[in-house]
């Protein structure tokens, strides 16, 4: 199964690589629940960019992982089944329930991230009245406008703030600011950010294979 940013990696903590010392609230969170983040970050060649997450928003650390040294993985789609967060009252999750029969409506492959992602993964309770609720959107190809107008209109509807990152191949980006019509939109890289058009256009894949493989100098 490919890798990809949000995945939730089971691990062993003895595996981690880091070039800066472990915080104690990052060994803590690991001992509560031995799970990391796959990141968007620029890793060397047989790594992983990882973070770990604590309980403060603040607290969040980064480090690698060997490729192959993770127990197992999980996707955000793999915890979209309603059944999981059905008897959760908060706001959050009644905004998951919301927000599955609005995507449902348009047979879109999501699933949750962030807190309500790693609570539901990992059974390790994280989300807060306060929590955003963060939604992974795939979108190996383009969805128009309206149509994401619509889905982020409907996102009113639910007590939590919704926030929707749209995955294409080039990179994610806001399907709020795609759905608003603004004229460039900010494509969040492994690399960095970049301000493009259309993150579906043939060149935004050709720029990532350029920043993939930088061209050899004599």
């Known amino acids: 199964m490919v890798i990809e940013p949000h995945d939730l990696l089971k691990i062993d903590a003895k595996h981690l690589i880091s070039h800066s010392p472990i915080p104690d609230w990052a060994i803590q969170a690991l001992n509560m629940a031995p799970y990391v983040v796959v990141r968007r970050a620029h ?41 999981l967060w ?30 309500a992602g790693f609570e539901l993964a990992t059974g390790n309770v994280t989300v807060t ?57 900010l494509i969040k890289t492994k690399f960095g950010p970049v301000l493009c058009e259309n993150p579906w256009k043939r060149e935004m894949n050709k720029l990532m294979e350029l920043l993939e493989k930088p061209p050899l100098v004599n």
């Open 129 to 185: 009245a306060e929590s955003d609720l963060d939604i992974i959107l795939r979108a190996p190809k383009p969805i128009p406008i309206h149509i994401a107008a619509e889905i982020m209109n409907a996102m009113k509807s639910c007590p939590a703030r919704v926030d929707i990152q749209a995955e294409t191949p080039a990179g994610s980006f806001s399907l709020l600011e795609y759905a608003n019509g603004s004229a460039t939109i």
């Open 43 to 83: 890793a060397p060649k047989g790594q992983i960019a990882v973070g770990i997450r604590g309980k403060a928003r603040n607290e969040r650390f980064g480090a690698f992982l060997p490729a192959d040294a993770f127990i197992y993985q999980i996707k955000p789609e793999d915890l979209s089944e309603s059944t």
């Open 86 to 115: 059905e008897n959760k009252p908060s706001p959050v999750f009644l905004s998951l329930k919301i927000a599955s029969e609005i995507l449902a409506k348009y047979k879109l492959v999501w699933g949750p991230g962030g807190s």
